[in-house]
C-alpha cells in the first residue's frame, strides 16, 4: 500500500523547534510533489507548506511564513518540516500527502496520498 509516513512530532514549548519528517512506504517520495497540512481540533484540515519533487518550488501558508522550513533529500527519500518560533496556536496533527502535481493551492483533492498525521502539541 502506498502510503506516506510521519515522524518527528511531540511536545515543545512556545518558542521551540520541531522538525517533522515524512518518508515513504511501498513508493518513491521523489516522484511527488509534497504537501504538509495540519487540523486541529474542531477546526478543517490546512495546507501549512508543499514543495515540489525536485525542491526547487516551495509555498507556505501565511501563518507559519518566516518560521517553517519545507525542504527535501530525495536520495533519502524523505521530506522534512522544520518549525521554528512554535506557537500554540500550532497545535494540531499534521499530515504529509503526495500528489503527482505541484500546485500551491492546497487543494485536498490534488493529493494522492495520505499519511496517518503526528500529533504536534505547543504548550508550556
Known amino acids: 500500500q502506498l502510503q506516506p509516513v510521519e515522524s518527528g512530532g511531540g511536545l515543545v514549548q512556545p518558542g521551540g523547534s520541531l522538525r517533522l519528517s515524512c518518508t515513504a512506504s511501498?513508493?518513491?517520495?521523489?516522484?511527488?510533489?509534497i504537501g504538509w497540512f495540519r487540523q486541529a481540533p474542531g477546526k478543517e484540515r490546512e495546507g501549512v507548506s508543499c514543495i515540489s519533487s525536485s525542491g526547487r518550488s516551495t509555498n507556505y501558508a501565511d501563518s507559519v511564513k518566516g518560521r517553517f522550513t519545507i525542504s527535501r533529500d530525495n536520495a533519502k527519500s524523505t521530506v522534512y518540516l522544520q518549525m521554528n518560533s512554535l506557537k500554540p496556536e500550532d497545535t494540531a496533527v499534521y499530515y504529509c500527502?503526495?500528489?503527482?502535481?505541484?500546485?500551491?493551492?492546497?487543494?485536498?483533492?490534488?493529493?494522492?496520498?495520505w499519511g496517518q498525521g503526528t500529533q504536534v502539541t505547543v504548550s508550556s
Open positions: 511501498g513508493f518513491t517520495l521523489g516522484s511527488y510533489a
Open positions: 500527502a503526495a500528489a503527482q502535481y505541484y500546485s500551491s493551492s492546497y487543494s485536498i483533492e490534488e493529493y494522492d496520498y
